[in-house]
């Protein structure tokens, strides 16, 4: 059974940095294309960073590029998400998601983590 478990959310100031982490099993995820996608309350899900399983495609939201990436270590079947100069915008509960290149990019991936909240604040 395929199972994805989030961690690392939490309080941070704005400007500061966070990391989270997504633990993989019972699927590998080097197998699939990834993303992290984010949710605001009263908002509605967006893509944050996806990258497709041969690492040719990447996609990154207009308001996180060069602040925000996605790392994967094979070894560990884990994926993680470096997030810094943190605003309050960025506030949401995070998501780690996969499926095919497709339906990730679409944000209708099939396999969701149960999120973890990040919050900006001063």
């Known amino acids: 059974q395929e199972q994805m478990v989030e961690s690392g959310g939490g309080l941070v100031q704005p400007g500061g940095s966070l990391r989270l982490s997504c633990a993989g099993s019972g699927f590998r995820f080097d197998d699939y294309s990834i993303g992290w996608f984010r949710q605001a309350p009263g908002k509605t899900r967006e893509a944050v960073v996806c990258?497709?399983?041969?690492?040719?495609?990447?996609y990154y939201g207009d308001a996180v590029k060069d602040r925000f990436s996605i790392w994967v270590d094979a070894a560990k079947n884990s994926l993680g998400l470096h997030m810094k100069d943190l605003k309050a915008d960025d506030t949401a509960v995070y998501y780690c998601?996969?499926?095919?290149?497709?339906?990730?990019?679409?944000?209708?991936?099939?396999?969701w983590g149960q999120g973890t909240q990040v919050t900006v604040s001063s």
């Open positions: 998601a996969t499926d095919d290149w497709r339906k990730v990019v679409a944000g209708n991936p099939n396999y």
């Open positions: 990258i497709s399983s041969d690492d040719r495609l990447a």
